[in-house]
């Protein structure tokens, strides 16, 4: 029964999905749906598990409660299971639901209990060699920070390398709140990890003291930090939320906005302005299950250049990819980053050193740069951020201290 529930607001939201799920069958019908999921979710055993609770797909794949917009399945296990839940990406669906969000069909599974909570994966500790110098076997790691990035757009540019089926929808069933796209013309983004397993020590290491060192989850996920051009403005931001966004609105205390219209500059020119009044929404970054995201918000495309996210699709380590309004983009993964850390202590500390790049992302609003555009790097934009990741960044500076200090050495004449 209704009356089960103490709490009167999500109660009303609840009515008002409902009344929006079937229709215009009339009053009785809705009241019988409304019954039949208060059923599902407060059954138990083999009921509450195999019951089918579905609304009808609308045009966007979204509902609109208390004025605002969201995917329905979202809703409804916010509202039932998971009051933090912040995005569909935490959601995964049980095997046995034949109406999950993600199989695209017309009707949407929205049972609670027919979804579960995406766990964060535990990284397995790297093994590193105590204050130990490795034999330089390896040759040096190409140098792309001076190169012109290349371009890449999305969804055109995205072919994943491997057969793997993801568990999320393609990106234009991704924005619970922004525009979404027409899901036709977008592949799925999340292709699957690359072949990158820990490469065991060489014989030569066998005898090395090896330690492990264990990723440990930091605080502040990231700290972002806004540039017009050549010149950083304002105070860095720390991210403490799993979701949060960088629009070009004014709230000065939200922990999960970073708001980059009330930072002045004295030195703002004509076109940085222009660009500040297009960024609006901007893009919204979600760390979920040791994955990155970043999804635009804006009405204008956002451009991202990640290294981990180049090195998924094949492309060059300092590529640009353009993301339109509506889709988003993984943009790192700490599944990915561990292997390519494991492997890169057997190359010696330069090797790992190399690796604090793919732990910066940078991300320019409205105008993107690169070798298709007039603007070749990232300072020539009129207004970018740029990500640190702190989890992996203090993984790096961990291992770098076990390792020691570098192969090559440094003197007044080197």
């Not at 599974?109 to 766990?119: A, F, I, K, M, S």
Request: hydrophobic share 35%.
């Amino acid at each position: 029964k209704i009356e089960i529930f103490h709490f009167t607001k999500p109660l009303k939201c609840f009515i008002s999905v409902i009344k929006k799920s079937k229709g215009n069958e009339g009053l009785d019908f809705k009241e019988s749906a409304r019954g039949q999921f208060v059923f599902c979710v407060s059954g138990s055993g083999s009921k509450l598990l195999w019951s089918l609770c579905s609304a009808c797909r609308s045009l966007d794949g979204r509902l609109q409660v208390s004025h605002r917009k969201g995917l329905p399945h979202v809703i409804y296990c916010r509202l039932w299971r998971w009051p933090d839940l912040h995005s569909h990406h935490e959601l995964r669906a049980m095997e046995m639901c034949e109406y999950a969000f993600n199989m695209k069909k017309d009707e949407v599974c929205v049972n609670p209990y027919h979804y579960q909570r995406v766990e964060t994966p535990v990284l397995p500790p790297v093994l590193v060699p105590r204050h130990t110098e490795i034999p330089a076997e390896f040759p040096p790691l190409d140098d792309y920070s001076h190169s012109i990035p290349e371009n890449t757009n999305f969804p055109a540019g995205i072919e994943p390398q491997s057969n793997y089926i993801p568990e999320t929808p393609p990106p234009g069933y991704l924005s619970e709140d922004g525009e979404t796209s027409d899901h036709q013309m977008n592949p799925s983004m999340d292709a699957g990890s690359p072949n990158l397993s820990p490469n065991p020590m060489s014989p030569a290491h066998n005898n090395l003291d090896l330690q492990p060192v264990t990723y440990c989850e930091p605080a502040f996920w990231c700290s972002i930090s806004y540039y017009e051009l050549n010149q950083r403005v304002g105070e860095t931001f720390h991210a403490s939320q799993p979701s949060m966004t960088v629009d070009g609105f004014t709230d000065p205390s939200n922990s999960e906005r970073f708001c980059l219209g009330l930072l002045s500059n004295v030195n703002r020119n004509a076109a940085v302005e222009l660009t500040r009044r297009h960024i609006g929404r901007g893009v919204r970054l979600y760390y979920i299950g040791g994955e990155v995201f970043a999804e635009c918000l804006s009405d204008s495309a956002i451009f991202v250049q990640s290294p981990n996210c180049n090195q998924r699709y094949g492309w060059h380590p300092a590529t640009v990819c353009k993301i339109p309004p509506g889709c988003n983009l993984k943009i790192f993964n700490n599944q990915e980053f561990a292997a390519l850390l494991a492997q890169s202590v057997n190359q010696g500390f330069e090797a790992v050193y190399q690796l604090t790049r793919m732990c910066t992302i940078r991300m320019s609003f409205v105008k993107g740069w690169g070798a298709e555009y007039r603007r070749q790097t990232v300072t020539s934009t009129p207004c970018w951020i740029e990500l640190h990741l702190n989890g992996p960044l203090q993984w790096l500076d961990k291992v770098l201290t076990q390792m020691g200090s570098p192969s090559i050495r440094c003197s007044s004449v080197s």
